[in-house]
């Protein structure tokens, strides 16, 4: 596939020497402002201070499941249901996009072990498969209320890939993301090589957080916990 357009983003500087950088990339109908008040909240913390944020914003492009609206979307959703047909074509464009801004940061200085990519549902999908399939070697990956999407690009992953540390949040209330698909996409990383631990307990494999109460949305106790995963993935 050749390389897709560049994308806008949002950049919010290290308050102390940038060492090390956070991509967020927002869901469906959003854009990278929407995710800015997670960078507010934790970059006065001593430490995060070091750690750069960017936050890309999608394109806008009609979404099958909402009619054929025209809205900010990373790829088209065909339909919200569990196991409905994906576009694969529009992820891996997505995942182009994200690819080059993970290069740039390289090019720049910052050692790939020393980035992080994540996100929120859609943002969190694109970032899975940027982080685990397209050879970045990024220290981390973060998946908000998201699931594993492509499942086939999972298979025979590299064994850099498989030492990419994972934080998991998801709600126990989420009427888009339910526990069935949860279940199996943390399914398919346990298949590929990945070790499923419960709560931050080290920054290894897969941190899986499950919030009890909380819908499709980041609730404070799992942004407290992802502020503490940062910490050990990207220490000062």
Known sequence: MPN??????????????????????????????????????????PGISHIKWIFPHAPSRPVAAN???????WFDVKSFAFGAAEDEEGMMRAVDSLSQIVRKEIE???????IVIGGFSQ??????????TQDLNVRGVVTLSGWVPLQHKFKGLSQAALSTSIFWGQGSNDPIIKLPQTNESLDVLRDAGFKINSGVVEPTDVSFNYYQGAGHRAVPEELHDLKEWLKMVLPQ
């Open 123 to 132: 943002g969190s999908t694109i970032s899975l498969l940027a982080g685990l």
């Open 67 to 73: 009619l054929g609206m025209i809205m900010p979307s």
């Open 4 to 45: 897709s357009p560049p994308v806008q983003s949002l950049t919010i500087p290290a308050i102390t020497k940038h060492t090390a950088t956070v991509i967020l990339v927002h869901g469906l109908g959003d854009s990278g402002h929407g995710l800015t008040p997670i960078a507010d909240m934790f970059r006065t913390d």
């Open 108 to 114: 720049l200085g910052v050692p790939s072990t020393r």
